[in-house]
């Protein structure tokens, strides 16, 4: 018979205590195109615990919500009402400094009220980003949860909100796990929790859910694909418009999809004409509303051509990273970041080494700067590992539905530094593939490691490559160049390579000899020569720098970093501009006006 009392004991002896919250993880299809929409913001003051043995799913705190401490009721543990405060967004360990080195779960919650909608309209949540798996309670029931730390996800609330007082909880919870994306060893600081927008989106009841426009084929034929895909599996009309070029037609719709391409004579987009087109697509009471550039990144052999240009990335480095507020980013941290790029004459960023905000691809693309977007499959994943795969090409799945009418992004990036194994070539080449399926309009890259054996830039992975990234430090962490001479003359590759690293350490303000390890002149002259040295290989079509600015890493323990990677070029106050930026912004505005690239301006004109 079954007990009358329920035990209250029993969730101590419950370690099966995650599996009801496994189902309804919300992933890539569950993304909504969020170009020119109107939301209700979530952001500002939210209550907030950390919660490091997972007590909350325990003991279901969210059910326990509205009960009272009355003297009939038994004793709880949870009143969120009474706990700390923190605001969304943010990184818990910037807030408080004994959350500093917290990694484990933490709740937020806060009360909202409906906002303002019909009967048949569908409310979402979106979160920005939360790392690195997010669980959303409202109103005492579980509605879905999110894993990755990157990238947005929504989850719909519309049956279960309240027209007033609605409690909302997530739990947010950052461990390092081996089989996760990125596993546990990682050179930058693990920040946790709600750190970038939290919003709500009311939408019809059928409403546009995805959205895509591209120049495809050849840079002689100037045509435009537009997608449209709906939430529902319905046939209807879409209307598309480009005002500035007088442009207004309808795109059929079968099963709630429609493709259509027209010719069009419009102004292609590069770093020195970012042109951007408005373009509004409606579909019933829905419309969105994005501006989009359209450009072609192409490879024609060990060259890349932009626009059947030839195209020299002149680049940097940049973690998401801003110290006093951690992975936060804000329009004004953006648009100083893409300031100091700017400054350094760079036409190229690597948004290392997982999805930045939404923002930086936006500004870019209306400031004319090139990026490389990666997902964190970072050093030694867990490769044979399904749900890892599973995990890391969900992310890359996210980071492209996001992004890829962004025209500033050329390249989606899948890891960084992988060890050459049988299961990281499979791992790694069918996230390519699963990227290239995804969108045909961008290169296909990942940063490599060189061959060791064969002394040469080589990797099995740049079969299913299109642009080959070589991470190297030689002058740094091999002190000697002749490697990199001898590298150099080793390699004849067949695809464009872009030096995704390459730099050396310096304390800010510390001056010294040419020769003194951790001088800003130790510095400046290791990438002054590495500059140098790989200008001459003609197969070399970019370089990034690592990194623009220091960033806070606990495996840098040494007297001079003291838990700072201090290669930036500019230190992490984003003030103190190191003497390599001189020098580095120096070579760069010499290779600019002068194209003293080993190429002419333009070949492969097709
Ligand atoms: C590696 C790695 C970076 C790291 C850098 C360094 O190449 O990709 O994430 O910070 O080296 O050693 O500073």
């Not at 304390?507 to 290791?526: A, K, V």
């Amino acid at each position: 018979m079954e007990s009358l009392v329920k035990d209250p004991y029993a969730h101590l002896h419950d370690e099966d205590y995650a599996k009801p919250f496994a189902a309804g993880r919300v992933q890539a299809a569950n993304l909504i195109t969020m170009a020119g929409r109107a939301t209700v913001s979530l952001d500002g003051v939210w209550n907030f615990v950390i919660d490091p043995h997972d007590e909350g799913l325990r003991q279901r705190w969210y059910e326990i919500q509205n009960k009272s401490h009355s003297k009939d009721s038994p004793p709880l543990d949870y009143d969120d009402a009474h706990w700390q405060t923190t605001k969304v967004p943010s990184c818990w360990n910037t807030v408080r400094p004994e959350w500093f080195h917290f990694e484990g779960s933490a709740w937020y919650s806060r009360t909202f009220d409906s906002p303002p909608s019909s009967k048949k309209d569908r409310i979402f949540l979106r979160v920005g980003a939360a790392n690195y798996e997010a669980r959303v309670f409202l109103n005492g029931r579980f509605m879905g949860s999110h894993q990755g730390g990157s990238t947005p996800f929504f989850i719909e609330l519309s049956a279960n909100l309240e027209p007033l007082n609605n409690l909302l909880q997530i739990q947010v919870e950052n461990r390092c796990r081996a089989d996760r994306v990125p596993m546990n060893h990682t050179d930058w600081f693990n920040y946790g929790g709600l750190y970038r927008e939290v919003c709500l989106v009311v939408l019809p009841a059928v409403f546009i859910q995805d959205f895509h426009a591209a120049w495809i084929n050849e840079p002689a034929r100037k045509e435009i694909q537009f997608e449209v895909c709906l939430s529902e599996p319905i046939d209807g009309v879409a209307q598309i418009e480009l005002p500035e070029l007088d442009q207004v037609f309808e795109m059929v719709l079968v099963a709630g999809k429609g493709v259509k391409k027209i010719n069009l004579d419009f102004q292609a987009w590069s770093p020195d004409n970012p042109k951007l087109y408005e373009i509004k697509v409606s579909y019933g009471t829905d419309a969105i509303l994005d501006q989009v550039g359209f450009r072609q990144i192409r490879c024609h052999g060990d060259r890349l051509l932009l626009n059947g240009e030839d195209l020299f990335l002149r680049g940097i480095s940049v973690h998401e990273e801003n110290l006093p507020i951690g992975k936060v980013s804000n329009e004004q941290t953006v648009r100083d970041m893409l300031r100091h790029t700017k400054e350094l004459n760079a036409n190229f960023i690597r948004l290392s080494h997982y999805p930045h905000h939404e923002l930086v691809a936006s500004i870019a693309d209306e400031l004319g700067i090139l990026l490389w977007a990666e997902i964190p499959v970072y050093w030694a994943i867990d490769f044979g590992n399904p749900d890892t795969f599973n995990d890391a090409n969900n992310q890359l799945q996210e980071l492209i539905r996001r992004d890829r009418n962004r025209s500033s992004i050329i390249f989606w990036g899948v890891g960084n530094e992988n060890h050459d194994t049988d299961a990281r070539l499979s791992f790694m080449s069918r996230l390519a593939a699963a990227a290239r399926k995804a969108d045909d309009t961008r290169l296909i890259s990942a940063a490599c490691l060189i061959n060791r054996e064969t002394f040469q830039i080589q990797d099995r992975l740049s079969e299913v490559l299109d642009v080959i990234g070589i991470n190297e430090y030689f002058g740094w962490y091999e002190p000697s160049f002749e490697g990199l001479s001898q590298l150099l003359n080793n390699s004849n590759p067949t695809k464009p390579i872009v030096i995704t690293e390459t730099g050396a350490d310096a304390l800010p303000g510390l001056h010294g000899e040419h020769s003194d390890r951790y001088s800003e002149e130790n510095q400046s002259l290791i990438l002054e020569t590495q500059l140098k040295m790989l200008k001459k290989a003609s197969y070399i079509r970019g370089i990034s720098p690592w990194v623009l600015y220091d960033f806070r890493t606990e495996r840098r323990q040494n007297s001079f970093q003291r838990g700072i990677n201090l290669k930036g070029l500019i230190a992490s106050d984003r003030q103190h501009k190191k003497i390599s930026f001189q020098k580095v912004s120096e070579i760069y505005a010499d290779w600019a006006k002068n194209c003293t690239t080993p190429v002419n301006k333009s070949i492969g004109k097709v």
